[in-house]
């Protein structure tokens, strides 16, 4: 195990990665203890049984890395959070995926963690003890940085006998198109809507003035996260937001003890604006309504569950994993849909 910090280490280690085709590769971020979420580590295991740590907070220049990278098999269990990071945090682009989790899902596997598969091929049992440490914090702990190999030290020998499952079960082409699909969606932003990223949980029990209230509460909250690049739950929690909007509906003004005084001039500030708002401003809560399903679209998603639900059953497989709920939802009601919403080996099981 190797802790790469330097360009020359990077350069080095990045020239052995050559002679591979497969290499795992996993990473961690900060998003528990940061505003901003940026990647923290990068580790990385070759066939060889060398493990290889690196550290981005460096100014390491990964351009040749992920060159090479992309170029090879990587392996991952479940593909999507450690591809965005990549992709944000070094700008990494990936070639051919092979995703751990994927493949777990479509052998008929019920408990596909990581660590879960751990036990169940190797009878090795994970520690759990820095799934929540601060990762961008150092210098890093032997503990940590034994806990991080551990997300990459099984994956290629797990993903062989993954594929031999897969194989053996005639289902390579559904796992193929799968990570297809993954690598494609971990590619695209996820753009969030500013009229419903403020209406946290619980926001329901407000109207009027106390929706202004919240929007404006919660507009300042990010912002005092942002400066501190913490997370908002650390500035305010959403219970409290509402809490204080609530009071703002009955005239009252209602602010947590625990908040600092320099916070909280800056809060009751807010607030006072908030409260000015005029009638005419305050936003609407809108009601989701949600159109009645024709009994014509009825009879078609009973029909499409109850056949998604004997083919599953008889592949041993989930039944969320051959066809999600919202998929056959939609298809139910827009049937011309059916080639953008489910995959290929999904269709043709399905007779779709």
């Not at 998003?31 to 740590?53: D, G």
């Not at 210098?139 to 030290?153: G, I, R, S």
């Not at 625990?258 to 305050?282: F, M, Q």
Request: charged share 30%; with cysteine; glycine share 4%.
């Amino acid at each position: 195990m190797q802790l790469i910090t330097t360009n020359e280490s990077l350069a080095e280690w990045t020239q052995a990665f050559e002679k591979f085709d497969t290499i795992a590769i996993d990473t961690e971020g900060d998003s528990l203890h940061c505003y901003f979420e940026k990647l923290c580590l990068v580790q990385v295991s070759v066939p060889t049984n060398q493990n290889i740590l690196i550290d981005p907070l460096e100014p390491l220049d990964f351009s040749r890395f992920n060159e090479v990278l992309s170029h090879c098999r990587i392996i991952l269990h479940g593909c999507d959070y450690d591809l965005r990071m990549l992709r944000r945090g070094v700008k990494f682009v990936p070639g051919d995926v092979f995703d751990t989790y994927l493949a777990a899902r479509l052998i008929g596997l019920k408990d596909v963690s990581l660590a879960s598969l751990v036990k169940k091929f190797f009878q090795i049992e994970l520690p759990k003890s820095s799934q929540k440490a601060n990762w961008a914090r150092r210098p890093l702990t032997q503990t940590m940085l034994e806990y991080a190999v551990n997300d990459t030290l099984y994956l290629i020998e797990l993903a062989e006998r993954l594929s031999e499952e897969l194989r053996k079960k005639g289902r390579w082409n559904w796992f193929h198109e799968s990570c297809r699909k993954a690598v494609v969606a971990a590619a695209e932003d996820r753009e969030k809507d500013p009229e419903r990223i403020w209406k946290v949980s619980g926001s329901a029990v407000l109207r009027g003035r106390g929706l202004a209230v919240l929007r404006s509460l919660w507009y300042w909250r990010d912002e005092e996260a942002q400066k501190a690049d913490r997370p908002s739950f650390q500035i305010l929690r959403n219970e409290e937001l509402i809490e204080i909007a609530r009071a703002a509906e009955e005239g009252k003004v209602r602010l947590p003890g625990s908040i600092s005084s320099s916070r909280r001039k800056r809060l009751k500030a807010t607030l006072a604006d908030a409260l000015e708002i005029s009638e005419s401003e305050w936003p609407a809560r809108v009601e989701t309504v949600r159109t009645r399903p024709t009994n014509e679209q009825e009879q078609r998603l009973d029909q499409l569950k109850s056949r998604r639900d004997r083919i599953a059953q008889d592949l041993n497989l989930d039944p969320g994993v051959l066809a999600p709920k919202q998929a056959l939802e939609r298809i139910s009601r827009e049937p011309e849909s059916v080639e953008i919403t489910l995959m290929r080996w999904q269709r043709q099981l399905l007779g779709l």
